[in-house]
Every structure is written in C-alpha cells, then in structure tokens.
C-alpha cells in the first residue's frame, strides 16, 4: 500500500547531541514537507522541498536542516542548535497540481532528556 | 503572510447532536482553498472537507459541512449527528493558490478540541 512512513515513532535525544528523523513516501508524489506540532501552537512549517536537490525554509527553519538526495526521501535532522526541540513531528507529502492532496505521515514524537 | 485563527480552544457537544467550530482567515489573495482536519488521539492527521474559494457553493462530506463566507474571511465546519469517533482536535488550514507547480503549503489554525459526550 502506498503511503508515508516516519520513524521511529518515539525518540529521545540527550542535549546537545543532533538526530535525524526519517520520512519515505512510495506515493511517487513531488513536494514533501515537515510541520512541528506542538500543545496549543498547532502546526508549523519547518521545512519543504518541490523536488529533489531543492528545499526551502518555512516559518521555523532555525536549528533544523534536511537533505532531498532521493524524491521518496525527506530526512530532518533536530541540530544541537534547536533550543527546543521537544515535540511532535509531521511529515507531508502531495503530487504536483494538486492543492490539498497532502498525505501525512504517522509522525515522531522527540523528547530531550 | 496568512494567518488562520480558530478562536475555541475546546468545544463539546452531546452524541447526536450538532455542533459548529468556528475558523477565520487574513488573506489578500482572491484563489486559495480551505481545509478542515482532524487529528484523533491516533494523532494521524485525516482531511475532513475542502473548500476552493471561487466556489460560492459550500462544500459537503456525509456528516460534516461547512459555512464559507468569503467577504468575512470566515470559515466554519458544521458536524451534525455528532458520534463518539468524531471526538479529535480539529484544525482549520489554508492553501494559497499556486498555479506554478507542487508547492502548496497549508498554513494551520492552533485547533479545537472537540469531546463528544455519550
């Protein structure tokens, strides 16, 4: 079945130590993103990318960067520069022309201990 | 930049009975969509109903309706016959339009929290 996959589903991360979160689609869709949710802020766009080797940044980029080498891969990796990364992350995905296709993934839940 | 306001932190509403989230939005744009989701505990995100802007008609999924109000940038979502599943957060988005290519990004409203009561 076709769909998003986000692992792992939990992750904790010792301060100061940097970790990537994965996100792989097999839905052959163009554009993937990564929101942030946190308790009462709703979602925030972090990062997108249209197409491979091209991403910009959204509205929280600092102390976060991703890498688009493969169009079915989306990596975040949570720098040592994030002052706080505690939180849950969504990846995305939709196939070109077509707003509001979006596909999400399970998400992560990352705590700093 | 948009921004996408949902001013109810939480509702509740009776199994059965109907209930409103209410969803306003800033925008200068005249073509752009609308989105409601919603996130059960599950936390998986599940599009509920979605709205283009040049339609004048309001859009309608089985249970879940919605209140498009374009002058008053307003736009709320209706759920009648309210069942024990339909208890999730609910997120309001919108999409610019973007007749260039893949890019569309939803920009979300903070939620409500709906409790459906038995």
């Known amino acids: 079945d076709g769909g998003i996959t986000q692992s792992p589903k939990y992750l904790f991360r010792k301060e100061g130590q940097n970790v990537t979160l994965s996100c792989e689609q097999n839905?052959?869709?163009?554009?993937m993103y990564w929101y942030r949710q946190d308790p009462g802020q709703g979602l925030r766009l972090i990062y997108y990318?249209?197409?491979?080797?091209?991403?910009q940044k959204g509205d929280i980029a600092e102390g976060y960067s991703v890498s688009r080498e493969k169009k079915e891969s989306f990596p975040l990796t949570v720098t040592s520069a994030q002052k706080n990364p505690t939180a849950f992350y969504l990846c995305?995905?939709?196939?070109?022309?077509?707003?509001?296709?979006?596909?999400f993934g399970s998400g992560t839940r990352l705590t700093v201990v | 930049a948009q921004t996408v306001t949902q001013s109810q932190p939480e509702m509740s509403v009776q199994e059965a009975e109907t209930v409103t989230l209410s969803c306003t939005y800033d925008?200068?744009?005249?073509?752009?969509?609308l989105f409601w989701y919603k996130q059960p505990p599950s936390r998986q995100m599940i599009l509920v109903i979605r709205?283009?802007?040049?339609?004048?008609q309001n859009a309608t999924e089985n249970r879940f309706s919605v209140n498009f109000q374009k002058a008053a940038k307003s736009f709320s979502l209706k759920i009648s016959d309210s069942q024990l599943g339909d208890a999730a957060m609910y997120f309001c988005?919108?999409?610019?339009?973007?007749?260039?290519?893949?890019?569309?990004?939803?920009?979300f409203g903070k939620g409500t929290l709906l409790t459906v009561n038995p």
């Open positions: 995305a995905s939709n196939p070109r022309y077509t707003p509001g296709g979006y596909t």
């Open positions: 839905l052959n869709h163009d554009a």
């Open positions: 990318s249209q197409i491979v080797n091209d991403f």
């Open positions: 925008t200068s744009e005249s073509d752009y969509y």
């Open positions: 709205q283009e802007a040049y339609k004048q």
């Open positions: 988005a919108y999409m610019e339009e973007n007749s260039g290519g893949s890019n569309y990004k939803l920009t």
